[in-house]
């Protein structure tokens, strides 16, 4: 049976059962006002219901299993009551500015059932009751012209078939704007309100009567394609790609997507430069958002500026202990060592068991003994905490290091080191880059260290790779693999891999640390994966599957995907276990967890991984153990955990784990790539296990293609001149 649909019912509400910390899910207990009983409604609201606020709605009635029968809201928004019982409830409640208990019995008792069409639209006769003055009438006006504002914004807006969540939003950031702001510029909201991206804005716009070829229209398709880039790891495009993306977007002629562009580029809405004098480049124009031009152009004088000047410290090169018989430096690294002592801003690479850790080790005892301050910091929580085990030292993240808060371009704190060491950089994006080298002082000492094989940041920008194929910083790049290394087939074959050469696995019965189990359907690989994380590893190399197996799964998505293995190992491990469910997802006793979004006031940053240990369902709440430190969760703050029995390969970037499970099928032809192959095999410690097709393995293997990200800091950082373009420059024809 289809549920009962429910139109513009007439409610008051009875009883606020539940809301949600962030006021995105209220479930109330509501009385119709035609006296046709009281009923359940839950869904999102725009606005934060109290006892006694009238409201109409609309939704279909359901019977659920487990909340019974409740009418689930698909719009909502506040209206005025129409009986005298009503109006006089809605007065009393505190909700008008300006009016308490006893001045809403005397307008009610004065004006009846008019009292609420009196003081919306003829607010003057308020003075007639004992006791209201001018001042008094002025606040009851503005309060009531602003719920009337209010009112027919929220009603426009879900007529535009926006959901109850997004209209309240819309009129909490823009109040008495909001109705001329979206007949104006509904484009404009892209920028200003969380959950309204382009597609509903250009339906908002649709619906107000701008038409498809509208300059206002075109202008957002453009900057919509830049922020799509900028998703995509892009710092700009070049012109005729930005041109073709707003064409495909918009559906619009090709002339007036062109003619937007100049128009953008001619009151600097976007920036766009080319190259002058390199006759390896054909002049094609860059085009930039503002705020990216920004960053590239001053993370690259900021770079050449730190070094360029002076050392801090004692005049003359710095002595290092190169240790002695099998702790001994080799030669490589000898060189090493001496090219950071000797670098204002320099760069340590290479790949696993190389021994970066040993050069970097170096390096901070001898800046130390010189009597400098060091700092160690990576762009994440989990790759801190390895470098603080690697040396010994304590290690932050660039965030809490600094002071940053994300989203914030300003604050922040200076450095008061004099040597900062940032680990995993290829994790660091263009935006953070740029955020950090203003917060260091011209003396200080910069060395970067990292792996230009792993996946590039999930920002916009190449930073390792540009530094290093600038040959502007001088580079230390460590290739020896050592012997205790050698004798990991995880280490040979992570080194195989991204030579592009076939990984070597043990014979079945050999002993082995690296092994591959051919399943050619992805749904036998993920059984296979289940025997393997719940009982072959644990068994056989006595490893606790909720503290140290990991499976890296390279997409969310299909049956050996993230979210399906985690549903899976959930069920598996899970099973009796003591659980929550926030919003539709379940966490239980025992899970492995992730935290999805910095949160400062926890100490809990993105990427980090836990294990839940206690839950509160009546909360919901729950407490996690991460690094050995407890953590509790309130309800508002379980939004930002999920599952991790499973994660992305891009997820596990910084982290190392003693086992690592990583599925490989054609469904995830779009991410079998040499770099996220190799990423993923670098994350193990002990045992590796591959479960998949050897096509797809092999496929992985020969794909060695990175995606070439847009953007200039590399020719910037080298001087290379890239001028503005103006309107009537030729450049604009160039092929």
Not at 436 to 449: D, E, G, K, N, Y
Request: net charge neutral; proline share 6%.
């Amino acid at each position: 049976m289809e549920p009962e649909a429910a139109q513009d019912l007439d409610v008051v509400v009875d009883r606020v059962v539940f809301r949600s910390d962030d006021g995105a899910w209220s479930v109330v207990r509501v009385a119709r006002e035609d006296g046709g009983g009281r009923f359940v409604a839950a869904g999102k609201f725009p606005l934060h219901l109290e006892e006694g606020d009238p409201i109409c709605i609309s939704g279909r009635f359901e019977d659920h299993a487990k909340y019974g029968h409740r009418l689930l809201v698909t719009s909502a928004h506040p209206r005025l009551p129409a009986t005298e019982a009503g109006i006089r409830r809605y007065l009393r409640s505190g909700r008008i500015k300006g009016i308490g208990p006893k001045l809403a019995e005397r307008l009610v008792n004065h004006f009846g059932d008019d009292t609420l069409r009196v003081l919306e639209d003829d607010p003057g006769r308020v003075l007639e009751v004992p006791g209201v003055g001018s001042r008094r009438l002025k606040e009851l006006s503005r309060a009531f012209a602003e719920g009337k504002q209010q009112r027919e914004a929220l009603v426009f807006l879900q007529g535009l078939g926006l959901g109850p969540a997004v209209s309240g939003e819309i009129w909490r950031r823009l109040g008495a704007d909001t109705l001329g702001r979206i007949r104006t510029d509904p484009y404009s909201l892209t920028d200003e309100v969380q959950g309204v991206g382009f597609a509903t804005a250009d339906r908002i716009a649709s619906s107000v009567g701008i038409e498809a070829e509208d300059p206002l229209r075109l202008a957002a398709g453009l900057r919509h394609g830049l922020h799509q880039a900028i998703d995509q790891g892009h710092v700009c495009l070049p012109a005729p790609a930005l041109l073709e993306r707003a064409v495909e977007l918009l559906g619009s002629q090709p002339d007036n997507v062109r003619a937007a562009l100049m128009e953008a580029v001619a009151s600097e809405a976007v920036i766009a430069n080319a190259p002058t004098g390199d006759p390896d480049d054909d002049g094609t124009p860059r085009i930039y958002l503002p705020v990216m031009h920004q960053a590239e152009v001053e993370a690259a004088r900021l770079l050449r500026t730190l070094r360029d000047a002076p050392t801090p410290g004692p005049e003359g090169r710095l002595s290092f202990n190169p240790g002695d018989g099998e702790t001994r430096l080799t030669e490589e690294q000898e060189r090493a060592v001496a090219l950071l002592l000797s670098s204002k801003v320099a760069l340590l690479t290479g790949g696993p068991g190389v021994g970066k850790t040993t050069v970097l080790r170096t390096v901070v005892d001898a800046y130390q003994a010189a009597g400098l301050r060091v700092a160690l910091a990576s762009p994440t929580g989990r790759a801190a905490r390895r470098l603080s085990d690697a040396t010994n030292a304590p290690a932050q993240t660039l965030h809490k290091l600094f002071g940053l808060v994300p989203g914030e371009a300003t604050g922040g704190k200076v450095l008061g080191e004099d040597v900062l060491v940032v680990d995993e950089t290829s994790m660091l994006d263009l935006p953070l880059l740029v955020r950090v080298l203003r917060r260091l002082p011209a003396a200080t000492v910069l060395i970067l260290v990292g792996d230009p094989d792993q996946l590039p940041s999930v920002g916009p920008g190449s930073v390792l790779k540009d530094l290093i194929t600038s040959a502007e910083f001088p580079v230390a790049h460590l290739t020896r693999v050592f012997r205790q290394a050698t004798g990991s087939d995880i280490v040979v074959n992570a080194h195989r891999i991204n030579r592009g050469e076939a990984p070597r696995f043990p014979d079945r019965g050999e002993p082995g640390d690296c092994y591959f189990v051919t399943r050619e359907d992805a749904a036998d690989g993920a059984d296979m994966i289940r025997h393997l994380f719940c009982e072959r590893i644990p068994q056989r190399f006595g490893i606790d599957p909720r503290e140290g197996i990991q499976v890296l799964s390279p997409m969310h998505r299909g049956v050996t995907g993230t979210e399906a293995l985690n549903r899976m190992l959930q069920e598996t491990l899970s099973a009796g276990a003591a659980g929550i469910e926030h919003r539709g997802r379940k966490l239980h006793v025992g899970d492995r967890i992730m935290q999805t979004r910095n949160d400062y006031d926890l100490e809990v940053m993105n990427g980090d991984l836990g294990r839940v240990i206690s839950v509160d369902a009546n909360g919901p709440r729950l407490d996690a153990k991460f690094d050995g430190r407890r953590v509790s969760f309130e309800k508002s703050q379980l939004d930002h955990l999920q599952p991790a029995f499973a994660v992305t390969v891009h997820k596990s970037q910084g982290g190392e784990f003693p086992a690592v499970i990583l599925p490989l099928f054609g469904e995830h032809f779009l991410m079998l790539k040499r770099n996220v192959l190799y990423t993923a095999v670098t994350r193990a410690r002990r045992v590796l296990v591959i479960v998949g097709s050897p096509r797809a393995l092999h496929q992985a293997i020969r794909d060695d293609r990175m995606a070439r990200r847009a953007g200039e800091l590399e020719r910037r950082l080298r001087g290379n001149r890239l001028d503005p373009v103006a309107t009537d420059d030729p450049r604009w024809d160039a092929k």
